[in-house]
DNA sequence: ATCTACACCTGACCGC
DNA sequence: TGCGGTCAGGTGTAGA
C-alpha cells in the first residue's frame, strides 16, 4: 500500500519518537511477518532484545533500525521493515487497546510505549540483516553508506542526495519494456508504486506502455521532473490514503488523495483537459495484472504499444 | 540475462 | 443474509 511519501513520513516518526530508546523485549504474535526469521522467530527475539535504536533510514520503500547492541556498540545488523500494501508502524502506550492484526510489538525501556507492527495482508514484515558497504562511486565510505544487504539492489529514490537520472536514463535505453513497467522496478528507480506512477505519467503526457528507449531526452527529463514533483507533493501532505489502512505512526493519515489527477479517476473528467475547454473521461485499464489510469486524450496509445 | 506470471494474505464491496 | 467474484497502493522468485 504504501509508496514512497508514505514510508518517509513513517521513517521521520520513528526517528522522531523512538530514536534513542532500548529495546526491552520483543513479542511476536504471528512468525509470518518476520519473513526470513519465521523458522526461528527466539533468534529474532534475543538478537533485538536490549539493543538501543539509534536512526530511522529508508531507501524507496525500505525501512531500516540501525541499532547499538547492549554493550553500546553499533550492531553490524539493522532491523529491517517493509510495510508491504497494508503495514503499519505505530507508536503506542502500552495501555492502547490490541490492533487486530497486530504482529509485532517491541517494547521500549524507560516508558511507556511500544513500537508496534501492524499488518493486515502480511505482505509487509520486518528482519534482521547483515549491514554492507554501498559507498557511491567517487565518495569517501562512511557510517551512512551503510545498507542491509537486502536492500543493497534497491536502486536510489528520487528524493536521495545520491539519485542519479543518468543511471535511470541508461536502463531506460537498454530494455524493450513500456515506461511504467520501469517506473515501477525498483532495481531501475525506487519508490514509485502504481499510485505515482499513474500521477507521474499524467503530468508528463506519457501512455504507461511507451517504449521507454523511444523518449526524447526532454520527455525523459519531463518525467523525472514529474516523478519528483509528484512524490516531493505528496510527502508534504503527509502521503496518500484512501481508507484507514494507511495512517502514519500517530494513526493519521495523509491528505495527499485529495490532490489525484488520474489515479483512482476513472469516469472523472481530465483536470488538463478541463482547463483546456475539453471533456475527456479518464479510463482504467488493466496492466500488469493492476489497474492503470490515464487520459485518452493526453496520454496517446504510442505505436507498436498493444 | 531478461522478463513475465504468480504466490503470498485478508477484507471490503458489489451483484445476485 | 449469504455466496461468489473482483479489487486493493508490493515484492521475491520460479520458470519461460
Known sequence: MPELPEVETVRAGVAEHVRG??????????????????????????RLAGCRITGAHRRGKYMWLTLDDADGEPAPYALVI???????????????????HLKVVLELSETNRQLRFVDQRIFGGMF???????????????????VPASVKHIARDPLDEFFDPGRVRTRFLRTA????????DQSVISGVGNIYADEALWRAKLHYDRPAKTLSAAQFRALM???????????????????????????QSGYFDRSLNAYSQA????????????TSLIVREPFMGRSSYRCPH?????????
Open 21 to 46: 530508546c532500548i529495546i526491552r523485549s520483543v513479542r511476536v504474535h504471528d512468525n509470518r511477518s518476520l519473513r526470513r526469521h519465521n523458522t526461528d522467530p527466539e533468534d529474532f527475539t534475543l
Open 298 to 306: 493526453c496520454q496517446r496509445t504510442p505505436r507498436g504499444a498493444r
Open 128 to 146: 534482521l540483516d547483515e549491514l554492507v558497504d554501498d559507498t557511491p562511486a567517487g565518495q569517501h565510505s562512511a557510517a551512512r553508506f551503510l
Open 267 to 278: 469516469g472523472a473528467p481530465c483536470p488538463r483537459c478541463l482547463a483546456a475547454g475539453r
Open 82 to 100: 517493509h510495510l508491504g500494501m497494508s503495514g503499519q508502524l505505530l507508536v503506542k502506550t502500552n495501555d492502547f487497546p490490541v490492533e487486530k
Open 177 to 184: 519494456s513500456g515506461v511504467k513497467r520501469l517506473l515501477l
Open 225 to 251: 521532473k514529474a516523478v519528483q514533483e509528484v512524490m516531493g507533493e505528496a510527502l508534504a501532505a503527509g502521503g496518500t490514503s484512501f481508507d484507514a489502512l494507511y495512517v502514519n505512526i500517530n494513526g
